[in-house]
């Protein structure tokens, strides 16, 4: 992943990493991103959603990490996505607003 605007839109990859992904930091512009490795499965975390992109990466790897993830300051992808957890649900996630 190459951000070249925004040193701040990669502090997301914080909370993937807290997650279990295997993700190298290179600079606040560039991250490598291991490929799936059955090892080193995502966990559920508590985390809080920083801007709309960020969040629903982070939504993303929730939903398919094992265990429940909590994601505060949703109101950042509701900006984005409107009634995303019923999308979801209809699309056979486990989701729910709390």
């Given at each position: 992943?190459?951000?070249?605007?925004?040193?701040?839109?990669?502090?997301f990859v914080d909370k993937l990493i807290d997650m279990g992904a295997q993700i190298i930091l290179c600079d606040p512009h560039?991250?490598?991103?291991?490929?799936?490795?059955?090892?080193?499965?995502?966990?559920?975390?508590?985390?809080?959603?920083?801007?709309?992109?960020?969040?629903?990466?982070?939504?993303?790897?929730?939903?398919?990490?094992?265990?429940?993830?909590?994601?505060?300051?949703?109101?950042?992808?509701?900006?984005?996505?409107?009634?995303?957890?019923?999308?979801?649900?209809?699309?056979?996630?486990?989701?729910?607003?709390?």
């Amino acid at each position: 992943i190459h951000q070249k605007m925004f040193e701040s839109r990669l502090f997301f990859v914080d909370k993937l990493i807290d997650m279990g992904a295997q993700i190298i930091l290179c600079d606040p512009h560039r991250a490598t991103v291991i490929g799936l490795n059955r090892s080193y499965p995502l966990r559920g975390i508590r985390m809080s959603s920083p801007d709309i992109r960020a969040g629903v990466a982070l939504l993303i790897a929730a939903l398919s990490a094992e265990g429940t993830s909590i994601i505060d300051n949703i109101e950042q992808i509701d900006r984005g996505y409107q009634y995303i957890d019923k999308r979801l649900q209809n699309l056979g996630a486990e989701i729910k607003r709390i």
